[in-house]
């Protein structure tokens, strides 16, 4: 099993950024395509960014393209999340997940619903 804890959250100004970071136990880390989500008050978590298995593809949704960076260490079993130019509509809860089923390809969902061991989330606050 893989249990994932996150961190680097906090709060920062317009423009400016953060690294988020999340660190996985198990021994079949390697095995399963990452993924980073987001909830805000109110609102249904949404895909961020995701990496294959591989580490060979990565997926980013329209709204953080160009201005997030999502990257993976199988040596030390971390995925991060760099955040570029924020945006006061990037605060939420940000999850690092893995997809359910191992070997991911390409062309699989973003959808949350294909992916599990949630972490606890780490908050992320843009202030304008």
């Known amino acids: 099993q893989v249990q994932l804890v996150e961190s680097g959250g906090g709060l920062v100004q317009a423009g400016g950024s953060l690294r988020l970071s999340c660190a996985a136990s198990?021994?079949?880390?390697?095995?399963?395509?990452m993924g980073w989500f987001r909830q805000a008050p109110g609102k249904e978590r949404e895909f961020v960014a995701s990496?294959?298995?591989?580490?060979?593809?990565?997926k980013y949704a329209d709204y953080v393209k160009g201005r997030f960076t999502i990257s993976r260490d199988d040596a030390k079993n971390t995925v991060s999340l760099q955040m570029n130019s924020l945006k006061p509509e990037d605060t939420a809860v940000y999850y690092c997940?893995?997809?359910?089923?191992?070997?991911?390809?390409?062309?699989?969902?973003?959808?949350?619903?294909?992916?599990?061991?949630w972490g606890q989330g780490t908050q992320v606050t843009v202030s304008s």
């Open positions: 997940a893995k997809r359910r089923k191992p070997w991911g390809r390409p062309n699989d969902s973003s959808d949350y619903n294909d992916f599990d061991s």
């Open positions: 198990g021994r079949t880390f390697g095995i399963y395509d």
């Open positions: 990496v294959s298995w591989s580490n060979i593809w990565t």
